[in-house]
């Protein structure tokens, strides 16, 4: 079942495998956080990750924190060593979670790649966009809690 606005950030916890992490929902607590799902073998998340990354770099400064999760659509997507070049080749180099047992993804009630989660600095759900226009759908309301 999806998350509703206004639901608490949920765990992290039953990730397989951390990159440049790992990193807790208490963790981030006072701070504006997006939460990422993308999957190595998803056309749309590729054309989206240059504009996840200018987030993450340009809106550090403000207490945005960005979080990646890596949910595998096939059983393809599961290699690591897959994972870790598509890590390698987007520049992505904040928490990304590895979700090979779709545990955080359950935990989320998240079913798609890409989507974004939007948390305020309380750690309640905002805003959720996934599909093609994900991004572009989730920017107005991370422009709101920044406002």
């Known amino acids: 079942m999806p998350m509703r606005i206004g639901t608490p950030m949920p765990s992290f916890e039953g990730a397989t495998e951390w990159r440049n992490g790992p990193v807790a929902a208490e963790d981030l607590q006072g701070q504006i956080t997006l939460v990422h799902f993308w999957a190595a073998s998803c056309g749309i998340c590729s054309e989206q990750m240059p504009r ?78 996934a599909g093609e226009n994900a991004a572009r759908l989730v920017q107005p309301a991370l422009e709101r809690l920044l406002s």
């Not at 290699?79 to 989320?108: M, R």
């Open 52 to 129: 996840v990354n200018e987030w993450r770099d340009a809106l550090a400064e403000k207490g945005v924190r960005v979080v990646s999760v890596h949910m595998p659509r096939y059983e393809s997507d599961t290699s690591v060593a897959d994972v870790d070049a598509a890590i390698a080749k987007y520049g992505l180099t904040q928490p990304c979670a590895i979700d090979n047992e779709h545990k955080i993804a359950d935990a989320f009630g998240n079913e798609f790649v890409p989507a974004f989660y939007l948390f305020d600095a309380e750690g309640k759900l905002k805003s959720f966009s």
